[in-house]
């Protein structure tokens, strides 16, 4: 596919500078979203076009792509009277870029089926920054054919492609990658949090943890906001709660259980009802601190 013409619904910090990076290298887009800023932003660029539904996105587009905040939203997006499969077009494709439920992605693949159309689901990996300059890592799965049909778009959008295999695969992988991250910061933000209770030095703390097996990146973070006090991991609370209730209602659908994960998910809807979902996660530190029995 050559210079298919995109179709791009969610002008976030991510989605915004995802297209960016598509208009530099040349495609022309059609975009929607509900604030009009962003794109005004888009179409001031030059080679886009403000759309007024997905049913018209959809139908003008011979690729669509989402990058949105939950499931419920894409579902919204995609079912509505004038929604994406209202309008999509016999051979175009639909990439969800957002983390989404897996059974949800499965459900919308197999109805743009019904009308000849294709589906990839491609969470993503790392920062806005690094989607500006298309250098992001993509988890794309979905019928080969297909994503290999799309994959030089994709290849202008991330330094890493990784193909899983059937669809839903790219949105279990990244719930699986974030039950794994938010456990980890979350435990971490614990420690630092208990220490200080402990009367031992955070930054001591740090020292040793971090010349052993346990550092890593998001230990760094970690250790940014409770010993330093910056916040620098572009990630909120609220997003990380919503993850891992996702990531609980596909062990649900595997039948299986994830104690670790129910953990988790208390500790940030607790951080939530406290007011805290704006903050970046390890700021969860914070509630810690202030927990008592």
Same mark, same amino acid.
């Given at each position: +596919? ?8 969610? $002008? ?16 022309? $887009? ?63 494709? $639909? ?17 743009? &089926? ?65 039950? +794994? ?11 630092? *949090? ?31 906001? &409770? ?5 620098? $991991? ?36 607790? *951080? ?22």
């Amino acid at each position: +596919m050559s210079k298919p013409v995109i179709g791009f619904i969610g $002008l976030g910090l991510m989605g915004s500078n995802m297209v960016e990076c598509l208009q530099k290298n040349g495609f022309e $887009l059609n975009v929607m979203d509900l604030n009009k800023d962003a794109v005004a932003a888009v179409v001031a660029r030059g080679g886009a076009t403000e759309v007024t539904s997905p049913a018209e996105l959809a139908a003008a587009s011979d690729i669509v792509m989402l990058c949105l905040t939950t499931s419920e939203v894409v579902e919204k997006l995609i079912y509505a009277d004038d929604g994406i499969l209202a309008g999509i077009k016999e051979g175009s494709v $639909l990439i969800d870029f957002g983390t989404s439920i897996p059974a949800s992605t499965r459900k919308i693949g197999a109805d743009l &089926a019904k009308k000849g159309a294709g589906m990839i689901d491609a969470p993503l990996g790392r920062t806005p920054a690094h989607a500006k300059d298309g250098l992001l890592n993509i988890m794309a799965a979905g019928d080969k054919t297909t994503f290999d049909k799309v994959k030089p778009v994709l290849d202008v959008q991330g330094e890493n492609i990784f193909y899983l295999g059937a669809l839903g695969a790219g949105h279990t992988t990244k719930l699986i990658n974030n039950f +794994m991250g938010m456990t980890t910061v979350c435990t971490m933000s614990q420690a630092f *949090a208990v220490a200080d209770r402990a009367g031992v030095d955070r930054q001591q703390l740090f020292e040793i943890m971090s010349t052993g097996p346990s550092n890593s990146p998001f230990m760094q973070f970690c250790k940014n906001y &409770a010993v330093d006090g910056v916040s620098d $991991l572009g990630f909120s609370i609220a997003n990380a709660n919503k993850d891992i209730g996702y990531f609980l209602e596909m062990a649900k659908d595997l039948d299986t259980r994830t104690e670790i994960a129910e953990g988790t998910s208390s500790n940030l809807k607790a *951080a939530v009802e406290a007011g805290m979902g704006n903050g970046n996660v390890p700021e969860i530190f914070d509630y810690f601190l202030k927990l008592k029995k």
